[in-house]
């Protein structure tokens, strides 16, 4: 049940070196523990056992291949032995006759260019995404198909490959014959970009392991055929001998390529236009190759893979931050160790609220999946796995924060009081010129604010003290705060907070919001008893009307009696 898992170890064994390379972007972590090493082995298994038992995919390929280059580092840090797998497997399974090698997968254009720069005649092929088989005939009929397992040993298939119209249960010609290929899931119009996988790989997994194979299952199945290890040793000849066998769709899909633009450009139409099947790359094949008996089940110099752009991307947790937001909503971030998806690092991801953090409990140490929401925005996707140890976290408690918190800066409000300053300055609300968080953490360090409007009464000495702001500086600080003085009374409750529904009531003053009764509020049309309540706490709050004591001693339109 755990092909998948024996399959990582024999690529690993043979390809250990390359995690130390630039391409995995990754030194050596402080020392992995044992424990660590065993929580992530054991959680791959658990992966294997998922995916080969039940044909469910708990993680995307990406995720999957990142977990194992993750394992083959921390191995090589601590000075553990390569991973073996050659007593992996018990006794009985299929012997390969010529074994499925992976292949080594390139991580970007550079290296595709460089690995073609000393080829020729090679040939491009999409990768399809699907499970592995070789089909063995002999005097042209169908004897035997195998899963492609640890590469030389595999379960046997051909009951289930009788079923499949797709594979040919006899070749017109009377020969033996070798084929290895992907039986992957037939879509209509399946577009990469837009979708993924969709766990197209899982499901044909998932129907190949069962007990039995209905037509209607088997229908579902498909076949390319990306090898035929002793057939004629020209590609183009090779090509056409298989359209003669019957399977011309591996001739329509490869196509020689010169140069890394034409590569990029199949490439390119695999991943954003519609296809029969999912893909997570392409393949390139030089021509010329050893025939079979003189294979390995290491992956070969002749072929290799260029994958599609990661859409998830494993991440270790280094710390969480919560975040006390303007009106008093806790929202946990998650820092990151660096990690690269779609062509941005990614360093960070909002959990969004406290119950989604607590739902999880991730601590620094565990190692979460994380993707772009519409190719902008780092989300969760789930945890990959927790830290054994729990480091402990000095958490919020959320009773403590809300609409009225925080509006003076006293401890444990420091997060809440600058998020209020720099809804004051943004565009929403006073749109103040030059003036962001930067300039509020200056003016806070050097205890020149305090309350939520002292920033209107400091002169250019004042201003000057603060880390980073010279005479120019000061004087367009004081330009801008003088300007705000001039901002319409709408604007100035933007800026102070006042919750919505306010503008119902306007033109109403200062005075004439204070004096409104929880009636008042509730007769304005789309104001209900909950806002209606919001509302009059809001303006019956001490200390927000000492806030427009403060406007109306300045002059502020709206504001005065």
Known sequence: MLQRLLVGLLWLAAFLPLFSSPAFA?????????????????????WDDAYYRRGESLVSDDVYDQAWARLALWRRCQGLAPLDSADAYPSGRLAHPVPQAGLTKLPDRAAVERWLSRRHDVWVQ??????AVTLVYERGDLVRAVSRGDGRHG???????????????????????????????????????AGGDAGARARVAGLMAREALSDEAAAEIGLFVWDWPDGPGEMAERLAALARLGLADTGERSLPVADIAEVARYREALFREPQPFATDGVVLRQASRPPGAARGAEPPEWAVAWKHPAREALAEVRGVVFRVGRSGR???????NPVELEGRTIQRVSLGSLARWQAHDIRPGDHVVIALA?????????VAWQAESRMPLTVPDPDDYHALSCLRLSPGCEGQFLERLAWLSGPEALNLSGVGPGTWRALIRVGNISGLLDWMSLDASELEAAHGIGQVRAADLLAAFGDARARPFPRWLQALGAPPGVETALPA?????????????????GVGPERARMLRAYFTDREVNHLGARLANAGVEGFMP
């Open 155 to 193: 379960q046997d298939w051909t009951h289930h490959a009788r079923r499949i119209s797709a594979v040919p249960q006899r070749l017109p010609e009377a020969r033996d014959a070798v084929l290895q290929g992907e039986l992957y899931q037939h879509r209509v119009g399946h577009v990469q970009a």
């Open 374 to 382: 519409g190719l902008t925005i780092p989300q969760l996707q789930r």
């Open 509 to 525: 003053n200062w005075e004439e919001l204070v004096a409104r009764s929880l009636d008042d509020w509730a007769r304005e049309p």
């Open 26 to 46: 990754e030194s050596c972590p402080a020392p992995s523990s044992a424990v660590e090493i065993r929580t992530l082995a054991e959680r791959l298994a658990e």
């Open 330 to 336: 806790v929202t946990p971030v998650l820092q990151l």
């Open 126 to 131: 999409p990768k399809v995404d699907g499970v």
